[in-house]
């Protein structure tokens, strides 16, 4: 398997413009996590999905940030309008149907984010 | 609410040497803690997953440990090479989260040739 697979690795946009970052989780996995990682702030959990179904959002900053999850094989993060603050690396992460204790998540590289 | 601690925040040692790294943890009530390995401009790649249960686990020259019940893990690293330049960060899943890995900030770790 490819592993996660996120697309673009690099994005440089203006403020007020519309960002989409992509991610493919791995094939058969059940669970797929968006990340957002500053210097500042480390890594943050900003949604997770199961089974294509959002469960908890409650990380997402904003308004401006929406995800959505079509089908088991796509999922992407939108920020509009984008600001300089959101710069920073998103991550996605996938895993196996949870089961206690057991499962890890696997990391794409990440989506470099530079909003001027 | 969990908190996670990793100290330092940054350590540089010899080639050669080994080498423990710290992680603290306020709540005992885990699920599992794992150790992570992030290379500069990558993503994260699990390392080591202990369960609540065990108290160790090992892979090559690498040995995490968990105490519980004094809200502590270590990793040690045998015989460091500079290959394990990297920034090491422990996560636990907390028993509370609905699945929401808690992270500790992460150790920058460089070894020198």
């Known amino acids: 398997d490819a592993g996660v697979i996120q697309s673009p690795r690099h994005e440089v946009t203006e403020m007020g413009q519309e960002v989409t970052l992509r991610c493919k989780p791995i094939?058969?996995?059940?669970?797929l996590f968006w990340y957002r990682q500053t210097m500042m702030r480390g890594l943050e959990l900003l949604i997770y999905?199961?089974?294509?179904?959002?469960?908890?959002d409650s990380g997402m900053p904003e308004d401006r940030f929406s995800a959505k999850m079509p089908n088991a094989s796509f999922s992407t993060l939108k920020i509009q309008p984008s600001e300089p603050r959101d710069s920073a690396v998103y991550f996605c992460?996938?895993?196996?149907?949870?089961?206690?204790?057991?499962?890890?998540?696997?990391f794409g590289p990440g989506t470099r984010l530079t909003v001027l | 609410k969990q908190e996670v601690t990793q100290i330092p925040a940054a350590l540089s040692v010899p080639e050669g040497e080994n080498l423990v790294l710290n992680c603290s943890f306020t709540?005992?009530?885990?699920?599992?803690l794992q150790w992570f390995r992030q290379d500069p401009g990558k993503g994260l790649t699990s390392l080591l997953l202990?369960?609540?249960s065990q108290r160790e686990q090992t892979s090559g020259r690498l040995n995490a440990s968990l105490d519980k019940s004094s809200g502590r893990s270590t990793l040690y690293i045998a015989a460091s090479q500079p290959g394990d330049s990297a920034t090491y960060l422990c996560?636990?899943?907390?028993?509370?989260?609905?699945?929401?890995?808690?992270w500790g900030a992460g150790t920058k770790l460089i070894i020198k040739p």
């Open positions: 992460a996938s895993s196996l149907e949870y089961t206690i204790s057991t499962d890890t998540q696997y």
């Open positions: 094939s058969g996995h059940d669970y």
């Open positions: 999905f199961n089974n294509n179904v959002p469960i908890d």
């Open positions: 709540d005992s009530a885990i699920y599992n």
């Open positions: 202990i369960q609540s």
């Open positions: 996560a636990v899943d907390p028993m509370d989260s609905n699945y929401q890995l808690i």
